[in-house]
């Protein structure tokens, strides 16, 4: 670094006294726990013990699994307790506790895991760990089960969330470019469903309206579909209709894509489009050709920032599911998850780990969409 | 010559004319949809008990139940399942009035910071020159990429041993530290939109740093300064996971925990929730309507970088 004259000095020095908080926010609020997060995801601590060192423990809670096979078969005729099996070679499994089984079933007996003896109903198991018992004889017990299930609900959600709802903000954006009477107050319209959008009200709202039996939601499907009401998808209180019942009420919130989308249509130059019709090309074949290569930038941008923040979702559904995560698990995201296990179970370490974990799997997501950025068609002219 | 021309005309003009009527349906339909809820929301507050499970649902109660909305208000929304507590929380006359007025000061102190020091750090970044300024500025904005939650824990277990929990400090101390990296990005951009000219004369003139930021560009900032007050105070206001783990006693909740404390206990009383639900919003409505260009201007100014 070259010397400073003395002006230069000066300058520095008050220049240094100007982002002084930014510079104290830097290192107490920002580098400084990111340092602690990753110290504190090898360790165990709540807060009012000792701390302790444990390694790699909390992330192979996370990770590891225990892999039980399928050593026997059981099919069973009414309500039964089972306390041990004997497999068709003659070995005595006893298990761990009774099982009660009151319907007729097919059970499989899974020998590993902590316990040993573990016994499966092949009607009722699903997912990919039931696939993989009917299918291969296997199945996978993981240590943590609910951090499975808070990756999964969370890329779920994301996955469907963010690119259906890049495509309606960019559809509404294109209808608000047009050069109508009063749509001025229509942009309006839009957008403030968005600016209300973060706020626990709303939540609370959309917990009424996707109420099964006397929300408004599942009046009009009755209505437009004839299927009556008592028939309707349970929403928030039904495992499987949870999840889209949150990534449906995100489709409120196209407002805030819809203003990026709009100013970046309104930087696409004219002539493009003159040159275009021009040349021959209908209205599709503008859209294809002109407008979605000079929105790319902008969508790009969006993309990258919906994620993230998708990846992040929290209040709306700690307000619906009263912070427990859904109907069995089932709206389990990752940060309701790291809220959990910090301030429910006082595990901070290894909720650190957690979400140790969101941050990097936010950054791969990143990277590879960087990486995969082939797509994005930079006009030569650089806009400040 | 002219039959061929009149008739491309009349198709262009009719196929533009098919696709207005088209867009403006579409629109309408859209827009139906955008605000249907909001009204929802208002007619449920206003209905009684019985009318808000009527099927088919009722749009517009009478008589309207404007008692609702003190009803909701003076409930508190804090309980335990012990009747004690709740006896002793009503006298203490905790009610949706200290949620109101906590959420208020915390909105206030939250955004006078933020758009002070944002604006303050800014101008370092916009206008001196030091060593490190551009890595510095760097580092500000790969701050955004950092999920808030893996600070959260330190950042709590920081301000626990600063014995500042249960109190309003974590919620307003960072707002002062340079208010986040989008907003520092923002003014900065806004900054450097001004000419350099205006800096020299007043240097020239003898002016100091200081005074240069306060009383000559700082005023010439105030539409960006509107929009970072604005977002700022709607982030504070909505605030809800920040508030949740830094505030233990009922007397220092905002309105955000209380509406949740609300829901578990009133699950029921819809007609409360949703009036309780429109009192919180309606600032938010309110700052909206008022500042509209405020927030749009802002989100373009930094969605295209």
Same mark, same amino acid.
């Given at each position: 670094?070259?010397? &400073?004259?003395p002006?230069? @000095?000066?300058?520095a020095i008050s220049?240094?006294?100007?982002?002084?908080? %930014? !510079?104290?926010?830097? #290192?107490?609020l920002?580098?400084?726990?990111i340092?602690?997060a990753?110290?504190?995801?090898?360790?165990?601590?709540?807060?009012?013990g000792?701390?302790?060192?444990v390694g790699?423990?909390?992330?192979?809670?996370?990770?590891?699994?225990?892999k039980?096979?399928?050593?026997?078969?059981?099919?069973?005729?009414?309500?039964?307790?089972?306390?041990?099996?004997?497999?068709n070679?003659?070995?005595?499994?006893?298990?761990?506790?009774?099982?009660?089984?009151q319907?007729?079933?097919t059970?499989?007996?899974?020998?590993?895991?902590?316990?040993?003896v573990?016994?499966?109903?092949?009607?009722?198991?699903?997912?990919f760990l039931?696939?993989?018992?009917?299918?291969?004889?296997?199945?996978? &017990?993981?240590?943590d089960? @609910?951090f499975w299930?808070?990756?999964?609900n969370?890329?779920?959600?994301t %996955? !469907?969330?963010?690119? #259906?709802?890049?495509?309606?903000?960019?559809v509404?954006?294109?209808?608000?470019n047009?050069k109508?009477?009063?749509?001025?107050?229509?942009?309006?319209?839009?957008?403030?469903p968005?600016v209300?959008?973060?706020?626990?009200?709303?939540?609370?709202?959309w917990?009424?309206?996707?109420?099964?039996d006397s929300g408004?939601?599942?009046?009009?499907?009755?209505?437009?579909?004839?299927?009556?009401?008592?028939?309707?998808?349970?929403w928030?209180?039904?495992?499987?209709?949870?999840?889209?019942?949150?990534?449906?009420?995100?489709?409120?919130?196209?407002g805030?894509?819809?203003?990026i989308?709009?100013?970046?249509?309104?930087?696409i130059?004219?002539?493009?489009?003159?040159?275009?019709?021009?040349?021959?090309?209908?209205?599709?074949?503008?859209?294809?050709?002109v407008?979605?290569?000079?929105l790319?930038?902008?969508?790009?941008?969006?993309?990258?920032?919906?994620?993230?923040?998708?990846?992040?979702?929290?209040?709306?559904?700690y307000v619906?599911?009263?912070?427990?995560?859904?109907?069995?698990?089932?709206?389990?995201?990752?940060v309701?998850?790291?809220?959990?296990?910090?301030?429910k179970?006082?595990?901070y370490?290894?909720?650190?780990?957690?979400s140790?974990v969101?941050?990097?799997?936010?950054?791969?997501?990143?990277?590879?969409?960087?990486?995969?950025?082939?797509?994005?068609?930079?006009?030569g002219e650089?806009?400040? | 010559?002219?039959q061929?021309?009149?008739n491309?005309?009349d198709?262009?003009?009719?196929?533009?004319r098919?696709?207005?009527?088209i867009?403006?349906v579409?629109?309408?339909?859209?827009?139906?949809?955008?605000?249907?809820?909001?009204?929802?929301?208002?007619?449920?507050?206003l209905?009684?008990?019985?009318?808000?499970?009527?099927?088919p649902?009722?749009?517009i109660?009478?008589?309207?139940?404007?008692?609702?909305?003190?009803?909701?208000?003076?409930?508190?929304?804090i309980?335990a399942?012990?009747?004690?507590?709740?006896?002793?929380?009503?006298?203490?006359?905790?009610t949706?009035?200290?949620?109101?007025?906590n959420?208020?000061?915390i909105?206030?102190?939250?955004?006078?910071?933020?758009?002070?020091?944002?604006a303050?750090?800014?101008?370092?970044f916009?206008?001196?020159r030091?060593?490190?300024?551009?890595?510095?500025?760097?580092l500000?904005?790969?701050t955004?990429?950092?999920?808030?939650?893996?600070?959260?824990?330190?950042?709590?277990?920081?301000?626990?041993?600063?014995?500042?929990?249960d109190t309003?400090?974590?919620?307003?101390?960072?707002?002062w530290?340079?208010?986040?990296?989008?907003n520092?990005?923002?003014?900065?951009q806004?900054?450097?939109t001004?000419?350099?000219?205006l800096?020299?004369?007043?240097?020239?003139?003898?002016?100091?740093?200081?005074?240069?930021?306060?009383n000559?560009?700082?005023?010439?900032?105030k539409?960006?300064?509107?929009?970072?007050?604005?977002?700022?105070?709607v982030?504070?206001?909505?605030?809800?996971?920040?508030?949740?783990i830094?505030?233990?006693?009922?007397?220092n909740?905002?309105?955000?925990?209380?509406?949740t404390?609300?829901?578990s206990?009133?699950g029921?009383?819809?007609?409360?929730?949703?009036?309780a639900?429109?009192?919180?919003?309606l600032?938010?409505?309110l700052i909206f309507?008022?500042?509209?260009?405020?927030f749009?201007?802002g989100?373009?100014?930094?969605?295209?970088?």
């Open positions: 670094m070259a010397t &400073l004259t002006l230069r @000095r000066k300058e220049a240094y006294l100007f982002i002084a908080p %930014f !510079l104290l926010w830097l #290192i107490f920002m580098g400084g726990p340092l602690a990753f110290f504190l995801s090898f360790c165990e601590w709540d807060l009012i000792q701390l302790h060192y790699f423990h909390n992330f192979n809670e996370m990770f590891g699994f225990a039980l096979t399928s050593v026997h078969q059981i099919i069973t005729q009414g309500p039964v307790t089972l306390t041990s099996i004997t497999t070679a003659g070995a005595v499994l006893t298990l761990p506790s009774p099982s009660v089984f319907e007729p079933a059970l499989a007996v899974l020998q590993g895991g902590p316990s040993g573990m016994i499966q109903n092949l009607a009722t198991v699903h997912g039931g696939f993989l018992l009917k299918t291969f004889g296997f199945t996978l &017990l993981p240590n089960p @609910r299930s808070a990756m999964y969370t890329a779920y959600i %996955f !469907l969330s963010v690119p #259906i709802g890049m495509v309606l903000s960019v509404v954006a294109l209808l608000m047009q109508l009477k009063g749509i001025e107050a229509y942009r309006a319209i839009y957008y403030l968005s209300l959008g973060s706020g626990v009200a709303m939540a609370v709202l917990k009424w309206i996707f109420n099964a408004l939601l599942n009046y009009f499907l009755s209505m437009i579909t004839g299927i009556p009401i008592s028939e309707c998808p349970k928030l209180a039904s495992e499987a209709w949870a999840k889209p019942a949150l990534i449906i009420m995100g489709f409120w919130n196209v805030s894509g819809m203003i989308y709009l100013a970046g249509l309104q930087g130059p004219q002539t493009h489009y003159e040159a275009a019709e021009i040349d021959g090309a209908n209205l599709w074949q503008q859209f294809w050709n407008t979605l290569p000079g790319s930038p902008v969508i790009f941008f969006n993309l990258i920032i919906s994620i993230v923040f998708s990846f992040q979702i929290f209040n709306q559904v619906i599911t009263d912070g427990l995560g859904g109907p069995a698990d089932s709206t389990l995201v990752m309701l998850y790291i809220y959990q296990k910090a301030f179970y006082y595990q370490g290894y909720a650190s780990a957690l140790l969101l941050f990097a799997v936010i950054m791969v997501a990143t990277w590879v969409q960087f990486k995969y950025s082939k797509w994005v068609h930079y006009e650089l806009k400040k | 010559m002219s061929p021309q009149n491309f005309w198709s262009k003009r009719r196929q533009e098919i696709f207005k009527i867009f403006t579409i629109l309408v339909l859209g827009a139906v949809t955008m605000l249907a809820p909001l009204a929802w929301m208002l007619s449920t507050s209905k009684t008990p019985t009318q808000v499970f009527a099927s649902p009722i749009w109660p009478s008589p309207l139940q404007w008692s609702n909305y003190p009803t909701a208000w003076s409930v508190s929304g309980f399942t012990d009747t004690w507590y709740f006896l002793w929380i009503k006298m203490r006359g905790i949706f009035s200290t949620y109101a007025w959420t208020l000061v909105s206030v102190l939250g955004t006078l910071g933020t758009t002070l020091s944002s303050l750090v800014a101008f370092a916009a206008r001196l030091f060593p490190g300024r551009d890595t510095l500025f760097l500000c904005l790969a955004l990429m950092v999920p808030a939650q893996v600070t959260m824990i330190p950042s709590f277990i920081l301000f626990k041993t600063l014995g500042w929990y309003f400090l974590p919620l307003i101390v960072p707002a530290l340079g208010g986040g990296a989008y520092i990005f923002l003014m900065r806004f900054f450097m001004i000419p350099y000219e800096d020299e004369a007043a240097k020239i003139d003898g002016c100091s740093n200081l005074g240069l930021f306060w000559i560009l700082l005023p010439l900032c539409p960006a300064l509107a929009t970072v007050a604005i977002f700022s105070f982030y504070n206001w909505n605030d809800f996971l920040n508030p949740l830094y505030l233990d006693s009922n007397a909740k905002t309105l955000a925990i209380g509406l404390n609300f829901v206990l009133y029921q009383d819809y007609h409360l929730l949703m009036a639900s429109l009192i919180i919003s600032p938010i409505i309507l008022a500042g509209q260009k405020h749009i201007k989100i373009v100014t930094t969605g295209l970088k």
